[in-house]
C-alpha cells in the first residue's frame, strides 16, 4: 500500500508563491510516474502537472505552463510543486498522485492514478 501526503498549502495573495510537497511512504517510489492535481470547490478535477520516474521529464497543464515547476527526490520519496505568480483561480485543493504502473504513456490522464492523498488547500486572494 502506498500512502501520500500532502503539505504546504496556504493562503497566499495574488502573485505570490507557494510549494507544495508529497512526501510518498510504503511501496517503492521511484520507479513511478508522479502527479499533481487540483480540485475547485463545483469544479472536476483537472492536471495540473507530472513528472516520470527519474525527473528527465515534466508535463503541465495549460493554465500553469511557464507559473509552476513540478520536481523530485527519490532519496526523500517526496515530489514537489513550486508554484509562482500565483492567480485567484489557482484557489483548490491540490492532490498528488502516484500512476498506476511505470509506464509513462497518458501521463495527464487523472483514470491513470492510482494513490492519492488527501489533498492540500491553496487560497489565493485578489
Known amino acids: 500500500q502506498v500512502q501520500l501526503a500532502e503539505s504546504g498549502g496556504g493562503l497566499v495573495q495574488a502573485g505570490g508563491s507557494l510549494r507544495l510537497s508529497c512526501a510518498a511512504s510504503g511501496r517503492p517510489f521511484g520507479s513511478y510516474p508522479m502527479a499533481w492535481f487540483r480540485q475547485a470547490p463545483g469544479k472536476e478535477r483537472e492536471f495540473v502537472a507530472a513528472i516520470t520516474w527519474n525527473g528527465g521529464s515534466t508535463v503541465y497543464g495549460d493554465s500553469v505552463k511557464g507559473r509552476f515547476t513540478i520536481s523530485r527526490d527519490n532519496a526523500k520519496n517526496t515530489v514537489y510543486l513550486q508554484m509562482n505568480s500565483l492567480k485567484p483561480e489557482d484557489t483548490a485543493v491540490y492532490y498528488c498522485?502516484?500512476?498506476?504502473?511505470?509506464?509513462?504513456?497518458?501521463?495527464?490522464?487523472?483514470?491513470?492514478?492510482?494513490?492519492w492523498g488527501v489533498g492540500t488547500q491553496v487560497t489565493v486572494s485578489s
Open positions: 498522485a502516484r500512476k498506476k504502473t511505470v509506464v509513462e504513456a497518458m501521463i495527464t490522464a487523472l483514470i491513470q492514478y492510482n494513490f
